[in-house]
């Protein structure tokens, strides 16, 4: 079954660090995404990405992330300058059609120090 | 506001026994539901989804129902094993646009043998 990848699988950094991490959608899928989930807490949305550009983002999406679809096959997601709080799992996922058939990667676990 | 909420942060049965999870939503306007199996330490693993324009959907040991007049959405297990035991998701696609989901915050199954 064609699955997500998501590298690291753990991230270390020191804050105000620049971090990137980095996903491998499912080749035929469209849509990208990225959510993130603090521990012990619910999925939250980050941000959406389409046809090489952000569809919709969240608040916590400020200007300290960014998107890239750099190549054919990565889908990354850089946060510039880490704070404590950026601490979280994140997800990202990719979908065939819009809202549909989403399938998450495993999640890299970034750990901010 | 937008919010998917749960009605139970933890649901305990007996191996064998069917289980319930609950979730209400608060957008009238979502269209699309995805129930999301979440084990620890991995990402959203995709249960089944079911569309505005339907009540029931079953799938293996697994049926989704909604009731679009109170907002609610259901999981049914049935004869619930102990691999079953994780975090239950169910997540609200409001904007088919982006394709954006929001999450409930989560139910945890334990499955005693």
């Known amino acids: 079954e064609p699955e997500v990848t998501q590298t690291p699988s753990h991230q270390v950094t020191q804050m105000g660090q620049e971090v990137i991490l980095r996903c491998v959608p499912i080749s035929n899928h469209l849509y990208f995404y990225w959510y993130r989930q603090i521990l012990g807490q619910k999925v939250e949305f980050l941000v959406s990405?389409?046809?090489?550009?952000?569809?919709?983002k969240s608040e916590i999406f400020d200007d300290q992330f960014s998107v890239e679809r750099p190549d054919g096959s990565n889908f990354t997601l850089k946060i510039r300058s880490t704070k404590l709080e950026d601490s979280a799992m994140y997800f990202c996922?990719?979908?065939?059609?819009?809202?549909?058939?989403?399938?998450f990667g495993s999640g890299t676990r970034l750990t901010v120090v | 506001g937008e919010s998917v909420g749960l009605h139970l942060p933890t649901l305990s049965v007996q191996e064998g026994d069917n289980s319930i999870i609950n979730c209400a939503y608060s957008n009238s306007a979502s269209d699309y539901f995805i129930w999301y199996k979440q084990e620890s330490g991995k990402g959203p693993q995709f249960i089944i989804d079911?569309?505005?324009?339907?009540d029931k959907r079953q799938g293996q040991r697994v049926t989704v129902l909604l009731n679009k007049t109170v907002k609610h959405l259901s999981l049914q297990i049935a004869a619930t094993q102990p691999g079953d035991s994780a975090v239950y998701f169910c997540a609200e696609n409001m904007d088919s646009n982006t394709g954006k989901l929001i999450f409930g915050q989560g139910t945890t199954l334990q499955v005693k043998p």
């Open positions: 996922a990719s979908s065939e059609s819009r809202g549909n058939g989403y399938t």
């Open positions: 079911i569309r505005s324009n339907m």
């Open positions: 990405f389409y046809n090489n550009e952000i569809s919709e």
